[in-house]
């Protein structure tokens, strides 16, 4: 989608900057998805007014974090992509408490707290993915949670269409879901995490490190697990067993390392990513009377 000269003047004054014809395959972990025009928001205090700018106007936007957990339709896409630019966000440190720009990386972030000697989300480290989608999805990984350390919130809320503060404790952090709503756009969190020397931080997450290399696909293009697993079950394990591993559409293709990443081992389309995920959809559907549910955020156009 491309927006008219019009909103692209008042995005300027607004202070945004406007791309044209972006690859969301480039922007993407998974290396898939067409091309729209982004928006990105360089001025925090101006994001009410381009929202409305953009209802105004009914242009469809979706916001983009940092691309890891999302699978992008094929081709032109019928709505604009908004970003938070992502080159210096702030971190910084003050007793227990961290403050962190949305846009940070997740990973970024764990270390960055772990050498201030604050711990508690070793789990979290080989987790990609920025600290806006980690809030959004209630990320966790080795029995950690982003959830349970947040204290404060500021979005942008579609409900009221301004900047808000919201406490941890209003925001309802479940499984990979959390209540805030699908237009909100998340700008800085405080989290409080437990004092704990840098050396054990350190030894925690190369746990979790090696864990995560003995049994994910870490350096193959993948939006991590695609299904979510089912209450006191495993996806993985079940399209393993299965004997779908390697089993392929195109170049989208079921990890031959864990059955519940489906990789892109060359051009994979979106079509042919969400005809494997029906397929394996199906193929548990009918095995083991489980419905599977995207872990996967599907942009369709
Ligand atoms: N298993 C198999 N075959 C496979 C994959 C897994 O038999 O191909 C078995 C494992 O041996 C293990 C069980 O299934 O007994 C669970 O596997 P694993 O420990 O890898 O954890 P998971 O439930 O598949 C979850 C999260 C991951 C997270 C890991 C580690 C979900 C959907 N997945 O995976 O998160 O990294 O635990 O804590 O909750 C993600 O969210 O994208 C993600 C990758």
Known sequence: MRVSEKVAARLKELGAELRHGVSLADQTSLGIGGTTDEILLR????????????????????????????????GELSFVVLHLPSTTPGMRVEGNAAYVDAAADLGGTVTFCAKRDLGGMEGLIGVPGSIGGALRMNAGAYGTQIGPHVREVELYRAATGEIETLRGSEVRFDYRHTSFAPD???????????????????????????????????????????????????AGRMIDELGLKR????????????????????????????KLIDEVRERVRTAYGIELENEVIVWRN
């Not at 007014?49 to 890891?68: C, Q, S, V, W, Y």
């Not at 170049?251 to 864990?258: F, L, P, Q, T």
């Open 43 to 74: 001025r925090y205090e101006a994001i009410p007014e381009i929202m409305r700018l953009l209802a105004d106007e009914n242009i469809p936007h979706k916001f983009l974090g940092g691309g890891t957990n999302v699978l992008v339709d094929d």
């Open 247 to 274: 089993h392929r559409v195109g170049d989208a293709m079921v990890s031959d390392r864990h059955a519940n990443f489906f990789v892109n081992v060359g051009h994979a389309t979106c079509a042919d990513m969400l």
């Open 184 to 234: 909100d756009v998340m700008l800085r969190v405080k989290l409080e995490l437990p004092s704990k020397p840098f050396k054990e931080i350190l030894a925690g997450i190369k746990v979790c490190n090696e864990k995560r290399r003995g049994s994910q696909p870490l350096n193959q293009k993948s939006a991590g697990c695609i299904f979510k697993n089912p209450p006191g079950g495993s």
